[in-house]
């Protein structure tokens, strides 16, 4: 018998994206679905696409909570689960959310560069979508000793990012045919950025992080601009991410800029680098799937981890094209 799974906050789309990865795991199997707002409709009412995947009702997230299965899933928005999360009576938890990240006694789940710290772990943060992206590119050249300060990255986001809540600005009429940036310079993700590059890599740097949304409905990109510390060909910056990622089943350097589209529905992730000899700059790109990737598939590799069980097992699929 495997492992079984509880998921809070299951009606959101990182909740869904939890389930949808679920169904098709060898280990995991999903015990409970939880979400306050939708609490005694059918799974299926919520997430027509996950027709026959579960045929259990969503409950209350306290009642969930109390089960004592293997792992919970938390895809709850920010704040919400640390009031509570002593009442979870599971042996492992993975919070989608921001609410552990600062946290020390939270393992910070960038799986590819915390597995000594994630495997076995009973607590474990799981990192921010546009966080995981920037670091995943960055990170190898900040442990090079490659760059310095100031880290100015860019990224763009597909609407689901910010959440299935009904909002103006998330509307149809609202992005299409369009891109804009939010945020300000304070974003939240800015110190989570500034911590994975000093604690990963080493590199004590600050970090200007401007977010945009851009009008498909999943899909992140990141690119990002460091001061360049060594001499480096273009070819030599991508031996660089080579040697890093060359044993990383789901982190594939790619000699051209990486795009989102490839990667739908894949808990994976593409990066590829270039060198501004004129400005003395690294320019590093990473895409990524940002309810996989930068979700539900690094929440379920890193839970894979906690429990002993394969790592792959679950998330092995390519992305959807086209």
């Given at each position: 018998?495997?492992?079984?799974?509880?998921?809070?906050?299951?009606?959101?789309?990182?909740?869904?994206?939890?389930?949808?990865?679920?169904?098709?795991?060898?280990?995991?199997?999903?015990?409970?679905?939880?979400?306050?707002?939708?609490?005694?409709?059918?799974?299926?009412?919520?997430?027509?696409?996950?027709?026959?995947?579960?045929?259990?009702?969503?409950?209350?997230?306290?009642?969930?909570?109390?089960?004592?299965?293997?792992?919970?899933?938390?895809?709850?928005?920010?704040?919400?689960?640390?009031?509570?999360?002593?009442?979870?009576?599971?042996?492992?938890?993975?919070?989608?959310?921001?609410?552990?990240?600062?946290?020390?006694?939270?393992?910070?789940?960038?799986?590819?560069?915390?597995?000594?710290?994630?495997?076995?772990?009973?607590?474990?943060?799981?990192?921010?979508?546009?966080?995981?992206?920037?670091?995943?590119?960055?990170?190898?050249?900040?442990?090079?000793?490659?760059?310095?300060?100031?880290?100015?990255?860019?990224?763009?986001?597909?609407?689901?990012?910010?959440?299935?809540?009904?909002?103006?600005?998330?509307?149809?009429?609202?992005?299409?045919?369009?891109?804009?940036?939010?945020?300000?310079?304070?974003?939240?993700?800015?110190?989570?950025?500034?911590?994975?590059?000093?604690?990963?890599?080493?590199?004590?740097?600050?970090?200007?992080?401007?977010?945009?949304?851009?009008?498909?409905?999943r899909g992140l990109l990141v690119t990002a601009r460091a001061v360049l510390e060594t001499e480096l060909t273009d070819e030599a910056a991508l031996e660089v991410?080579?040697?890093?990622?060359?044993?990383?089943?789901?982190?594939?350097?790619?000699?051209?800029?990486?795009?989102?589209?490839?990667?739908?529905?894949?808990?994976?992730?593409?990066?590829?680098?270039?060198?501004?000899?004129?400005?003395?700059?690294?320019?590093?790109?990473?895409?990524?799937?940002?309810?996989?990737?930068?979700?539900?598939?690094?929440?379920?590799?890193?839970?894979?981890?906690?429990?002993?069980?394969?790592?792959?097992?679950?998330l092995e699929s390519y992305g959807v094209w086209p």
């Open positions: 018998m495997g492992a079984t799974a509880t998921v809070l906050g299951a009606s959101g789309y990182s909740g869904g994206e939890v389930v949808r990865i679920l169904a098709g795991h060898p280990a995991i199997e999903l015990a409970v679905a939880a979400g306050d707002a939708h609490s005694g409709r059918r799974l299926d009412e919520v997430h027509p696409q996950l027709a026959g995947a579960w045929d259990g009702e969503l409950v209350a997230v306290g009642d969930a909570l109390a089960e004592p299965y293997d792992v919970v899933f938390s895809c709850l928005p920010s704040g919400v689960l640390s009031p509570v999360v002593e009442d979870a009576a599971a042996e492992v938890i993975v919070d989608l959310a921001d609410d552990f990240r600062a946290d020390a006694s939270w393992a910070y789940g960038l799986t590819e560069w915390a597995r000594p710290a994630v495997s076995g772990a009973r607590r474990i943060a799981n990192p921010g979508c546009y966080p995981t992206a920037a670091l995943l590119c960055l990170l190898p050249f900040a442990a090079a000793g490659a760059i310095s300060g100031p880290v100015i990255v860019d990224a763009i986001s597909g609407v689901s990012g910010a959440g299935r809540r009904a909002s103006d600005h998330l509307s149809f009429g609202t992005i299409s045919a369009g891109v804009v940036a939010y945020g300000s310079t304070n974003h939240r993700h800015v110190p989570e950025i500034e911590r994975g590059l000093a604690r990963l890599g080493g590199l004590e740097a600050t970090v200007s992080f401007t977010p945009h949304l851009a009008p498909m409905a991410l080579r040697e890093r990622y060359e044993d990383e089943p789901f982190v594939e350097v790619r000699p051209e800029w990486p795009g989102t589209k490839s990667l739908t529905g894949s808990n994976r992730a593409h990066v590829s680098a270039r060198i501004d000899g004129r400005n003395g700059l690294l320019i590093a790109s990473a895409a990524i799937d940002n309810l996989g990737k930068g979700a539900a598939g690094q929440a379920v590799q890193n839970a894979n981890l906690a429990l002993g069980i394969d790592e792959l097992a679950g």
